[in-house]
């Protein structure tokens, strides 16, 4: 079964630029998350959708940072402007029930 | 806000197990303990999850106290590939349960 796919793995910009990030999750799976993980930290939610919807987007910077789920599928995290803190590895996780999620290995995101 | 409490470092023995203990006093009746390990450079990797009672995988055993105010994860063997970052998540699995993230415990396993 293939995982989860994200890309892409690393990313260097300079602080004010724009990013996007692109996942694949695992095919049928409703349940899709983005996940920021700062050096030394653990994950911390950015937002979860259900199918195409957005169940959850409380910790997303809505200033700056914005995902889309077309068609239920693929999603995209973009972040415009982007700023030195946004330094941190990207995660998408994906699940069909809810129970069990399985993420990507991430994007590393360097803003400079 | 932290739901769980883990020690921030421990190290195990290869070929020893590893008991991971993780504390979660305000764990509410339909929330499950769930744990996660992280190997570097990787995303996080289900381990397993219970309720109230004990379970058992392949990779792991998950052992929780008849309070359910805290519970240990053990690692029957440990191997070198077992070194990660473990972490302790407890989930409401009605609605729409996200998996909250804390430190975790970084385990190196030795030789």
């Known amino acids: 079964e293939a995982g989860v796919a994200q890309s892409p793995r690393y990313k260097i910009i300079e602080k004010r630029q724009s990013v996007a990030f692109w996942c694949n999750p695992i095919?049928?799976?409703?349940?899709l998350y983005w996940y920021q993980q700062i050096l030394g930290q653990g994950p911390k939610l950015l937002i979860q959708?259900?199918?195409?919807?957005?169940?959850?987007d409380s910790q997303l910077p809505k200033d700056r940072f914005s995902a889309e789920r077309l068609k239920g599928v693929d999603s995209t995290l973009k972040i415009q402007p982007a700023k030195l803190e946004d330094s941190a590895v990207y995660l998408c996780?994906?699940?069909?029930?809810?129970?069990?999620?399985?993420f990507g290995q991430g994007t590393r995101l360097t803003v400079v | 806000d932290a739901k769980t409490t883990q020690p921030t470092s421990m190290d195990c023995a290869e070929g020893r197990a590893a008991n991971l203990p993780c504390n979660h006093s305000?764990?509410?009746?339909?929330?499950?303990v769930y744990w996660y390990r992280q190997i570097h450079s990787q995303g996080p990797q289900y381990i397993i999850h219970g309720l109230k009672n004990n379970e058992t995988n392949e990779m792991a055993s998950l052992i929780i106290t008849e309070d359910r105010k805290s519970s240990t994860l053990i690692l029957p063997h440990a191997t070198l590939r077992d070194t990660a970052v473990y972490y302790c998540i407890v989930r409401g699995v009605d609605s729409w349960g996200k998996f909250q993230f804390g430190a975790g415990t970084q385990v190196v396993v030795t030789p």
């Open positions: 305000t764990i509410s009746g339909n929330e499950y």
């Open positions: 959708f259900q199918n195409n919807g957005v169940v959850d």
């Open positions: 095919s049928g799976h409703a349940t």
């Open positions: 996780a994906s699940s069909l029930d809810r129970i069990e999620a399985f």
